[in-house]
């Protein structure tokens, strides 16, 4: 299966009702995130001019929180929605399975919380961490134009790829820990796509929900190549 059939099929799921009530969820916990950040940084700095005695505060620490928030919500959106994502990651696997690969869904492994828990704070760990350690490179290329969304686009292509086909793969690869049956390739043009879907205003709210219902088509579609070619190879050696 190719990425960009994936991710049609993905598209095609979103009004599908299990599907629809996770982007439902996840679309408003990321956006009260930055709302409560808004309202916050726009106490905080109503009270900061108040210490100071500056006129006009309130204004003034509302245009401010305005603007800050707005640059977060650009610069950190993929970081909160992958978040959010990964705590209802395991509902859209589950719908997309029970629709197009109703045996798959049978034979998978509900994740134990604890596993559950540890694999979403490791992939928010991964997240945050690459994405400060790419944000001096992007500050130091913003005079080129295109140099710092290129670094995090880069960033983010791997990161998403792995994520959004692990949260099938888990489901899938046993107790013991196993390479994720999806090529790199199509990993990172999944990531890519992905990430060039969360810079288009409103799309991007739809980006995280499209993105783990596409690697879930590619987890199973590589699951099933790999078992039709374990079956060829015990085919020969049988003969």
């Known amino acids: 299966m190719s990425v960009f059939k994936a991710l049609g099929l993905a598209v095609s799921q979103l009004t599908h009702g299990p599907v629809l009530k996770v982007l439902l969820k996840s679309v408003a916990i ?3 995130v930055f709302i409560l950040f808004g309202a916050l940084l726009y106490w905080g700095l109503v009270e900061v001019f108040a210490a100071y005695g500056l006129e006009g505060g309130g204004f003034v620490g509302a245009a401010a929180a305005v603007l800050v928030a707005g640059l977060s919500f650009w610069f950190l959106f993929r970081l909160v929605a992958l978040a959010v994502l990964q705590f209802f990651a395991d509902e859209i696997v589950v719908a997309v399975e ?20 540890a694999n979403s704070v490791k992939g928010i760990g991964r997240t945050v961490a690459l994405n400060l350690l790419a944000l001096p490179v992007a500050v130091a290329l913003v005079v080129t134009g295109i140099g710092s969304a290129a670094v995090f686009l880069v960033v983010n292509a791997w990161l998403l790829g792995r994520e959004l086909t692990d949260m099938a793969w888990l489901r899938h690869c046993g107790s013991e820990p196993a390479e994720n049956p999806v090529s790199w390739q199509k990993r990172a043009l999944l990531g890519a796509a992905v990430a060039v879907i969360m810079l288009i205003p409103f799309a991007n709210l739809l980006a995280p929900v499209i993105g783990a219902a596409a690697g879930t088509h590619l987890t199973q579609s590589a699951l099933s190549l790999r078992d039709e070619k374990a079956l060829h190879l015990h085919g020969q050696r049988d003969a």
């Open 98 to 117: 029970a629709r197009h690969y109703p045996e798959a869904a049978r034979m998978a492994r509900k994740l134990p919380f604890r596993r559950d828990l």
């Open 30 to 32: 990321t956006v009260g």
